[in-house]
């Protein structure tokens, strides 16, 4: 039998036979945080925007099994088609055709009047794709879009949101893997000069110039990459995300307390940043209670 939390979560579901690929149990607040976000977001525009569209990037099975407890749980992409006020159209990309197979499955067995289309391709590769899909838009029919963009390592191409932000009025949750990816891995990323992950993330090809030149120390590796990444999300006239924004998610077990990743929301409207807090406050309260 399955059970649904305050922030969307529904956890405890039965085996469907489809695929269900492992996460880990900190990965339950990230999919909080998400849910709680899109909830305020979709019931607070649904009579101002005609048109309301959901981006997943790196979307998954719709459904997961945490580690830690064989629990089977819906993650983002079945919690975005359940909020109480639905987006007008859904997008979701995922390289992995298994996770494809098994939302496409997932979605059909919702029974909703969902209009979604399923892109299974590598991300960096799929923005025609999603353009092709979004809704056409005009000044008596606007068009209002949401991406969660929610990579498994810091290998996300900027370019893509600098395309996407260029052209839609869409909000960005993007989740950036700075501690588990970056901060672990950065000596090898900033030694070699033929390794572009970093400067694909930030949009910067020349940050290693500015590493040397701030004088940065490995401490300082966080802040870095949360500074640069802001700049770049400026450069596509959002509004910037004060460092207080970003939400970490830790490792907190067994006398652990290891940063994996932040989540970092940009918007082009400060109504996303009145939302944002609400997520984070209404996150704190609820985790106080389990």
Same mark, same amino acid.
């Given at each position: 039998? &399955?059970?649904?939390?305050?922030?969307?979560?529904?956890?405890? #579901?039965?085996?469907?036979? #489809?695929?269900?690929?492992?996460?880990?149990?900190?990965? #339950?607040?990230?999919? @909080?945080?998400?849910?709680?976000?899109?909830?305020?977001?979709?019931?607070?525009?649904?009579?101002?925007?005609?048109?309301?569209?959901?981006?997943?990037?790196?979307?998954?099975?719709?459904? %997961?099994?945490?580690?830690?407890?064989?629990?089977?749980? +819906?993650?983002?992409?079945? &919690?975005?088609?359940?909020?109480?006020?639905?987006?007008?159209?859904?997008?979701?990309?995922?390289?992995?055709?298994?996770?494809?197979? %098994?939302?496409?499955?997932?979605?059909?067995?919702?029974?909703?009047?969902?209009?979604?289309?399923?892109?299974?391709?590598?991300? &960096?590769?799929?923005?025609?794709?999603?353009?092709?899909?979004?809704?056409?838009? +005009? *000044? !008596?029919?606007?068009?209002?879009?949401?991406?969660? $963009?929610?990579?498994?390592?810091?290998?996300?191409?900027?370019?893509?949101?600098?395309?996407?932000?260029?052209?839609? @009025?869409?909000?960005?949750?993007?989740?950036?893997?700075?501690?588990?990816?970056?901060?672990?891995?950065? @000596? @090898?990323?900033?030694?070699?000069?033929?390794?572009?992950?970093? %400067?694909?993330?930030?949009?910067?090809?020349?940050?290693?110039?500015?590493?040397?030149?701030?004088?940065?120390?490995?401490?300082?590796?966080?802040?870095?990459? #949360?500074?640069?990444?802001?700049?770049?999300?400026?450069? $596509? !006239?959002?509004?910037?995300?004060?460092?207080?924004?970003?939400?970490?998610?830790?490792?907190?077990?067994?006398?652990?307390?290891?940063?994996?990743?932040?989540?970092?929301?940009?918007? *082009?409207?400060?109504?996303?940043?009145?939302?944002?807090?609400?997520?984070?406050?209404?996150?704190?309260?609820?985790?106080?209670?389990?």
């Amino acid at each position: 039998m &399955s059970a649904t939390i305050g922030d969307g979560l529904v956890c405890g #579901l039965e085996d469907d036979g #489809l695929y269900t690929p492992p996460i880990k149990e900190h990965s #339950l607040r990230k999919i @909080r945080a998400h849910n709680y976000y899109v909830r305020l977001f979709t019931t607070a525009m649904k009579k101002k925007w005609p048109q309301r569209a959901y981006l997943g990037l790196y979307s998954g099975a719709g459904r %997961a099994r945490v580690s830690e407890t064989n629990e089977i749980v +819906s993650t983002t992409a079945i &919690s975005a088609l359940q909020v109480p006020d639905p987006f007008t159209k859904y997008i979701f990309v995922d390289n992995n055709p298994d996770c494809i197979a %098994a939302l496409e499955a997932r979605i059909g067995a919702l029974g909703g009047d969902y209009d979604v289309s399923l892109i299974n391709k590598d991300v &960096s590769e799929a923005v025609p794709a999603i353009i092709e899909e979004m809704p056409l838009f +005009s *000044k !008596g029919r606007g068009l209002l879009s949401f991406c969660f $963009v929610d990579p498994f390592s810091a290998e996300l191409d900027f370019s893509i949101l600098k395309q996407l932000g260029g052209r839609y @009025r869409m909000d960005f949750l993007v989740l950036l893997m700075l501690g588990r990816d970056v901060r672990t891995n950065f @000596r @090898r990323y900033l030694e070699d000069e033929n390794d572009t992950r970093i %400067a694909k993330l930030i949009d910067d090809a020349n940050w290693r110039d500015e590493w040397t030149a701030r004088g940065y120390r490995a401490n300082n590796v966080v802040r870095f990459m #949360l500074e640069k990444f802001d700049e770049a999300m400026k450069g $596509v !006239g959002y509004r910037p995300a004060r460092p207080d924004d970003a939400h970490p998610i830790r490792l907190l077990e067994k006398n652990k307390n290891v940063l994996l990743y932040y989540l970092v929301l940009y918007s *082009k409207h400060p109504l996303a940043q009145t939302f944002w807090n609400a997520t984070r406050l209404g996150l704190d309260e609820q985790l106080t209670l389990l």
